[in-house]
């Protein structure tokens, strides 16, 4: 059974760091991409970060940009979203998802657009609540 299942979520202040983790099972991390995705209150769904396993290429949107950085580790078939710098806009639930169909992923054409066709298998989410 195919499952991403996210936590490292919580409540920190202005200025501090969280890493979430996407632990995957029912089938390998690394032959597919990762998106990381989040929901703040009262809006969309917004892909901010997009990792493709097969060509190593992390790409981020500008409001992550620089504070946010996406790693894998294939033993643990697990990966990570680095978040350093949160702000309370920062607040959001967190999703992971992946694109189980292909491992190579046009992370940068999604992150510009907006537009993650095939990420159809996601995580149930992990909330991160940033005061000021």
């Known amino acids: 059974q195919v499952q991403l299942v996210e936590s490292g979520g919580g409540l920190v202040q202005a200025g501090e760091s969280l890493r979430l983790s996407c632990a995957a099972s029912?089938?390998?991390?690394?032959?597919?991409?990762i998106g990381w995705f989040r929901q703040a209150p009262g809006k969309e769904r917004e892909g901010g970060s997009c990792?493709?396993?097969?060509?190593?290429?992390?790409f981020y949107s500008d409001d992550v940009k620089g504070r946010f950085t996406v790693s894998t580790d294939r033993a643990k078939n697990t990966a990570y979203l680095q978040m350093n710098n949160l702000q309370p806009e920062d607040t959001a639930v967190y999703y992971c998802?992946?694109?189980?169909?292909?491992?190579?992923?046009?992370?940068?054409?999604?992150?510009?657009?907006?537009?993650?066709?095939?990420?159809?298998?996601w995580g149930t989410g992990t909330l991160v609540t940033v005061s000021p």
């Open positions: 998802a992946t694109d189980l169909k292909y491992s190579y992923y046009e992370c940068e054409g999604a992150i510009a657009t907006g537009i993650f066709g095939g990420m159809d298998n």
């Open positions: 029912g089938f390998t991390l690394d032959n597919h991409p």
């Open positions: 990792f493709s396993n097969s060509d190593g290429q992390a």
